[in-house]
Every structure is written in C-alpha cells, then in structure tokens.
T-cell receptor, first 114, second 114 residues
Framework: GENVEQHPSTLSVQEGDSAVIKCTYS??????FPWYKQELGKRPQLIID?????GEKKDQRIAVTLNKTAKHFSLHITETQPEDSAVYFC?????????????FGPGTRLSVLP | DGGITQSPKYLFRKEGQNVTLSCEQN?????MYWYRQDPGQGLRLIYY???????QKGDIAEGYSVSREKKESFPLTVTSAQKNPTAFYLC?????????????FGPGTRLTVL
C-alpha cells in the first residue's frame, strides 16, 4: 500500500524566514495531496492541497509543489510568523478498485522563533 | 469550530471493556471518517463511511467497529480485541466521499486504558 514519508520531523526558523517541508510517496497512482495544520490542542485544518494534474499551487504565503516523476511534494511557507508554529501533516490519496486509500505522513513540528 | 462534535473529550476504560466514542456532524456531509493519532505519528485511518448504511475498513480497523445508521452520526466502538487502544481519536467529515475533498475534523477524544 501507499507509504508517505515526511521530513524534517522538527523545523525551527526565525520569524520572516522561509520554511520548507517535504513529503515522498510510494504509489505512483496517488492523485491528491493535501496539507493539514494542527496547532497545539486544536483540530487539524486543511491549509492547501494539490491534485496530480497540477505542478504548483499558491495561496498567499503558502505554496505546494508536486513532482510526480520523483514522487514528492513540498510545502513552502514564506515570511513565517509566530502563528505559523504548529504541526504540519501531508497526505496522499490513491484510488483503488474498491474505495480509496488515504495515508498521512508522520508530521513536522514547525517552530517560528520571534 | 462548530459543525462536528465528539464526546466525551476524555475517556478512561478498564482493560477488557468495550467503549463507544461519539461523533456527530450537522454539516450535511455525506462522508465521515475515524482516525487514530499517536505521538510522533501521523493520523491513521480506522474506518470511513461515504454514505449512510455503508462503511469501509481503513488501515488499522482490527479491534474497532462502527455503524452509520444516520447521516449525522458515526460512532466508533473500541473493543477489548484492540491491543493498544490508548490514543487520541479524531473524527472527520467531508461533503462527499472519495478523500479528495477537505475533511473537517472534530475536537477529538483522548482514550486512556487503565
């Protein structure tokens, strides 16, 4: 089945710097890649997603890039702010003959230092 | 943060007992999901339901059971067959099934087996 790896597991950046989190997946049939943000003590929330027919998507300070050949996708956060501090999870969705497979990465704890 | 609720917030269980976690949504979503979150790991899919009276096993369904008799409700039972049930359980819903739509998460239930 699908396996999703995520790096780094922890990331500290200075406020205003950029942060990049990378995920790799194993199943070339995967076609949907969302990113969720989970602040301390709160529920995960979708921040951006990308489908396999698109190479890049941007929403203000966050962007996601997808390299289908290499089977990896990355989250880019520019001009980081303290409120960006959270755990970020990537995920990959893979169609199956019956239903769908959906796997999350282990998460990256991002700390933005003031 | 309204729309999808879970109860109770904290739950304690003795070994050998079954326990049922509640998940309710008033978003009129067709699909609902149950995940387990352990420290240092991503969310792992237990069960999902794309429509009333239908549900599918996820990656770690053993020792768990669900029902979907109403669109609004997707209770999860943790049975005594689950060998390591202590974890944080998250319920989610999406407007339609297929994992290619934003999932809205509940606040979670922390289950501790004594």
């Amino acid at each position: 089945g699908e396996n999703v790896e995520q790096h780094p597991s922890t990331l500290s950046v200075q406020e205003g710097d950029s942060a990049v989190i990378k995920c790799t997946y194993s199943d070339s049939a995967s076609n949907y890649f969302p990113w969720y943000k989970q602040e301390l003590g709160k529920r995960p929330q979708l921040i951006i997603d990308i489908r396999s027919n698109v190479g890049e998507k941007k929403d203000q300070r966050i962007a996601v890039t997808l390299n289908k050949t290499a089977k990896h996708f990355s989250l880019h956060i520019t001009e980081t702010q303290p409120e960006d501090s959270a755990v970020y999870f990537c995920a990959a969705s893979t169609p199956r003959n019956y239903g769908q497979n959906f796997v999350f990465g282990p998460g990256t704890r991002l700390s933005v230092l003031p | 943060d309204g729309g999808i609720t879970q109860s109770p917030k904290y739950l304690f269980r003795k070994e050998g007992q079954n326990v049922t976690l509640s998940c309710e949504q008033n978003l009129n979503h067709d699909a609902m999901y149950w995940y387990r979150q352990d420290p240092g790991q991503g969310l792992r899919l237990i069960y999902y339901s794309q429509i009333v009276n239908d549900f599918q096993k996820g990656d770690i369904a053993e020792g768990y059971s669900v029902s979907r008799e109403k669109k609004e409700s997707f209770p999860l039972t943790v049975t005594s067959a689950q060998k390591n049930p202590t974890a944080f359980y998250l319920c989610a819903s999406s407007i339609v099934g297929g994992f290619e739509n934003e999932q809205f998460f509940g606040p979670g239930t922390r289950l501790t087996v004594l």
